[in-house]
């Protein structure tokens, strides 16, 4: 590519079939980092929650007419200021444009900083641009370093192992397969203790519905706002399991005498799969045989016994990740102002994000943060009643 002579264009569609051609060339599958950059996840997204045209941002830039990158985004009202993000959000583990990234890096900063400035300007109709959970790039040249200023946030986790064997080998020590083996000798006194992986079609419908189940309760033990509880949100991951969604979903479910306990909820993507929900039964009768990580434990050897090379567990650290996981992946926000209102907006969220690390990262905020929605969650429950 004769970059010397090149030059960036940027080109923004509504309708999301008319990038189809671009989308796949510039991320081929076994290349992407997250659902939110499959076709097929993000146009199901967008009908299931009947976004808009006028709101949808499909952002494609090009040097020397060549594309390069696309930026799927949605525009959304936040505090009265039009901000442009990822459609998913926090729904998936982490976000990403989809990039050429050999082309990318074969440019030079001055390029890339060009190229960036194009696109920002080709964002009207939108006061601020806010790239959040996107992965530290790997290999080759960071191709974002000249989008902007960014704040490390998060965490990502993965497994990452070529077989199965290997995965015991190095996850699990000998005292930690002592006691998963006797939290699962304690679930199977409790009866018969099945497990399932099933893909997309009714059975996994029914699937859903306990595991939401599971999760509401969940969330409200924790005295959190129940992500899922949004009827178009809810629509979208019934339809995900369609057998022609176009998703490839699968699900992994542990049962005790015919009763779903556990499931996890994942797409796969080429090699990859990448788990975006969890849940398990609250019942404490059968909490001492932790049907969650038994479960997982399960779910870790089907994976790799099929030939996945890698399993995403997402963002935020766990008990769970901290046994399986042994790829951390940092993710950065981008906080970019496009109007005088949007400055204002983009300082703001800056500050509660980094505010947010620093409370997720200190026991004794966290603690008191947790005390303080469970007060509020029992207070709403009692005037409820």
């Known amino acids: 590519m004769d970059s010397a002579a090149a030059a960036p264009s940027v080109a923004v569609f509504e309708d999301i079939d008319a990038v189809r051609s671009v989308w796949e060339r510039v991320a081929p599958a076994n290349q ?13 997204w967008i009908h299931a929650l009947h976004v808009a045209p006028r709101d949808c941002y499909f952002v494609v830039a090009s040097w020397g007419g060549v594309p ?59 006061d601020a641009l806010i790239l959040c959970s996107m992965p530290l790039h790997e290999g ?43 939290q699962g000798e304690r679930l199977e006194a409790l009866g018969s203790v099945e497990f399932q992986e099933l893909g997309n079609g009714p059975e996994a419908e029914a699937v859903l519905t306990v595991m939401f189940r599971q999760r509401a309760a969940r969330f409200a033990e924790m005295g959190v706002r129940d992500p899922f509880a949004c009827p178009k949100t809810r629509s979208f991951y019934d339809r995900s399991v369609a057998v022609d969604s176009g998703i490839a979903v699968k699900l992994h479910v542990l049962k005790l005498n015919g009763e779903i306990v556990a499931v996890r909820y994942s ?49 935020g650290f766990t008990d769970e990740k901290r046994h ?9 926000n981008f906080y970019l102002p496009l109007t005088p209102q949007g400055f204002v907006v983009a300082q703001l969220q800056r500050q509660w994000q980094v505010l947010r690390s620093r409370i997720k990262g200190n026991e004794r905020l966290l603690g008191l943060v947790k005390a303080w929605r469970s007060r509020g969650h029992t207070k709403a429950a009692a005037r409820a009643a």
């Open 140 to 182: 080759l040249a960071d191709p974002f370093a000249e989008l902007g200023s960014s704040s490390v946030v998060e965490t990502l986790y993965r497994s990452v192992f070529a077989s199965w064997e290997e995965a015991d080998r190095i996850q699990r020590s000998k005292s930690r397969r002592k006691h998963d083996r006797q």
């Open 267 to 315: 797409i796969v993507l080429g090699d990859q799969l990448f788990c975006l929900i969890s849940s398990m039964s609250d019942d404490p009768a059968i909490q001492g045989g932790s049907p969650g990580k038994q479960c997982l434990l399960r779910v870790m050897q089907s994976v790799f016994d099929a030939g996945y090379t890698a399993f995403d567990m997402g963002s």
């Open 32 to 44: 992407k980092l997250s659902p939110g950059q499959d076709f097929a996840f993000i146009r199901q």
């Open 324 to 332: 399986w996981c042994n790829e951390q992946v940092p993710l950065r």
């Open 68 to 126: 390069v990158a696309l930026l799927p985004l949605q525009r959304r009202l936040s505090q009265g200021i039009r901000v442009l993000t990822w459609f998913p959000r926090a729904h998936v583990g982490c976000n990403a444009p989809l990039i050429d990234a050999e082309r990318l890096a074969a440019l030079t900063p001055d390029e890339r900083r060009s190229l960036w400035r194009e696109v920002r300007r080709s964002l009207r109709g939108a």
